[in-house]
């Protein structure tokens, strides 16, 4: 079966620190790798999507960055948190080109200060 | 990019149906109706999804209109535990499988 994890579950960090989040999935290969922000009592927003090693899409300008080493990895970073950052980080995944289901992970809690 | 409209919220008592509906009315001939719910501090949970007829899962019903334009997910016999906020999303691109999440439904079930 597949799973997705995501780390760390929690996370406090001061303003200008830098940021990485990791996401991995098992169980699949090949899916397409999504990450979203949901800032308190809003929606989610995606923020990146890959169909592949290497591929990243940007969805929204901002200054926070995505990368995809491997083929079931997906990374969050920022070089310089802001305070609005903050926020619930969700990866999902998707079987490729038959992904009617979107799996998401249990998710990370971002906090700046 | 097709838009959805969904009420902001709705309250429904344990044990009657729940009928959460949707606009879509820009959606496109080959544009699927999907629908997820996410749970206070969790990841969204898919629940269903159709293109034009009516479907049925262990979950929920959902039926969309002919004209497509709009469509209802219905819970048939509530429950505490589905408390949650409901999303209708129209799915952007097949390659991608982008999903654009709109602010949703919170539905509160109340004894």
């Known amino acids: 079966s597949q799973t997705i994890h995501q780390w760390p579950a929690t996370l406090v960090q001061p303003v200008g620190s830098p940021l990485s989040l990791e996401c991995t999935v098992e169980g699949t290969s090949n899916p397409n790798l999504y990450w979203y922000r949901q800032a308190a009592g809003r929606g989610l927003q995606l923020l990146f999507y890959s169909v592949g090693i290497g591929q990243i899409s940007s969805e929204v300008p901002q200054n926070l960055s995505a990368s995809r080493p491997q083929d079931r990895q997906f990374i969050l970073s920022s070089k310089k948190l802001l305070l609005s950052d903050s926020g619930f980080y969700l990866c999902?995944?998707?079987?490729?080109?038959?992904?009617?289901?979107?799996?998401f992970g249990p998710g990370t809690r971002l906090t700046v200060l | 990019d097709a838009k959805t409209t969904q009420p902001p919220s709705m309250d429904c008592a344990e044990g009657r149906a729940a009928n959460l509906p949707c606009n879509h009315s820009?959606?496109?001939?080959?544009?699927?109706v999907y629908w997820y719910r996410q749970i206070h501090s969790q990841g969204p949970q898919y629940i269903i999804h159709g293109l034009k007829n009516n479907e049925t899962n262990e979950m929920a019903s959902l039926i969309i209109t002919e004209d497509r334009k709009s469509s209802t997910l219905i819970l048939p016999h509530a429950t505490l535990r589905d408390t949650a906020v409901y999303y209708c999303?129209?799915?952007?691109?097949?390659?991608?499988?982008?999903?654009?999440f709109g602010t949703g439904t919170r539905l509160q079930v109340f004894p």
């Open positions: 999303i129209v799915r952007v691109e097949y390659n991608t499988d982008k999903l654009i």
């Open positions: 999902a995944w998707t079987r490729t080109r038959a992904g009617y289901e979107q799996f």
């Open positions: 820009t959606i496109s001939g080959n544009e699927y």
